[in-house]
């Protein structure tokens, strides 16, 4: 089985790195790009990175004979 590793980046500059504004955000917490400052929020980047996911994983299907 091989894995796929999504990784969240920044929709502004691409940055990897985020601050929250508390240990454990929760859905509706903003996340702050270190290296930008453009918030972001987890439910939403959660919900974009699942139907990346998804896509990845259907192309796969898709692919192998």
Request: hydrophobic share 30%; charged share 30%.
């Amino acid at each position: 089985m091989t894995q796929v590793k999504f990784t969240l980046k920044c929709p502004m500059c691409g940055g990897t790195k985020f601050q929250a504004a508390n240990a454990k955000p929760g859905p509706d917490d903003p996340l702050t790009c270190s290296a930008c400052g453009k918030k972001v929020y987890l439910g939403k980047e959660k919900e974009r990175l699942e139907a990346e996911a998804r896509r990845a994983v259907e192309e796969r299907l898709r692919s192998q004979p």
